[in-house]
Antibody, heavy 119, light 111 residues
Framework: DVQLVESGGGLVKPGGSLRLSCAAS????????MNWVRQAPGKGLEWVGR??????????DYAAPVKGRFTISRDDSKNTLFLQMTSLKTEDTAVYFC??????????WGQGTLVTVSS | QSALTQPPSASGSPGQSVTISCTGT?????????VSWYQQHPGKAPKLMIY???KRPSGVPDRFSGSKSGNTASLTVSGLQAEDEADYYC???????????FGTGTKVTVL
């Protein structure tokens, strides 16, 4: 079974940085396309960014609100996806979900990790 | 890119049907047959219920069905059950620079 376990969330001040991790198992991670999706408290879902699998170049795309501040990377040897977040703003407060993607569909979701940006 | 528009709420009695709409533009819902629907119970992760407009993943009951006409997609839940009470979100492919556009969400209540 596919398992995605996020970690690294917490309380950070505006302007600060945080790195989230997503430990994946149950599928071939290195060639998998992976995404980060967030959900602000009481709000809807928002796509953050995606990482292509190794066979497709391993490059990343980002949503406009986070481009230039967030970086997605991966360690295929450890089946782990990362989200490095810098210059954090209060509006980045959300639960961050790690997801798998298959043929233009987000398929599996982790349980999420809460990031709170507040002074 | 703006979120897709869904009604804030929908409801039905057990056994009845409820249909949720998801309205976008020709750049997302209307432009591709890549519309998905997700169910989210409080405090839980979303779960994929429908993909590619009308396909059901293994394990999803056939009470859930999807369709699309023009720039509007729809999710129908037939034979409502108590466990169907949840938030539902649509998602559509919005092009290479914004591959996933989500809907505003609909809270389904089973009366």
């Amino acid at each position: 079974d596919v398992q995605l376990v996020e970690s690294g969330g917490g309380l950070v001040k505006p302007g600060g940085s945080l790195r989230l991790s997503c430990a994946a198992s149950g599928f071939s991670f290195s060639n998998a396309w992976m995404n980060w999706v967030r959900q602000a408290p009481g709000k809807g879902l928002e796509w953050v960014g995606r990482s292509r699998g190794k066979i497709d170049g391993g490059t990343a795309d980002y949503a406009a609100p986070v481009k230039g501040r967030f970086t997605i990377s991966r360690d295929d040897s450890k089946n782990t996806l990362f989200l490095q977040m810098t210059s954090l703003k209060t509006e980045d407060t959300a639960v961050y979900f790690c997801t798998t993607e298959l043929y233009t569909t987000i398929t599996q979701w982790g349980q999420g990790t809460l990031v709170t940006v507040s002074s | 890119q703006s979120a897709l528009t869904q009604p804030p709420s929908a409801s039905g009695s057990p056994g009845q049907s409820v249909t949720i709409s998801c309205t976008g533009t020709s750049s997302d819902v209307g432009g591709y047959n890549y519309v998905s629907w997700y169910q989210q119970h409080p405090g839980k992760a979303p779960k994929l219920m429908i993909y590619d407009v009308s396909k059901r993943p293994s394990g999803v009951p056939d009470r859930f069905s999807g369709s699309k006409s023009g720039n509007t997609a729809s999710l129908t839940v037939s034979g409502l059950q108590a466990e169907d009470e949840a938030d539902y979100y649509c998602s559509a492919y919005g092009g290479r620079n914004n591959p996933y556009v989500f809907g505003t969400g609909t809270k389904v209540t089973v009366l």
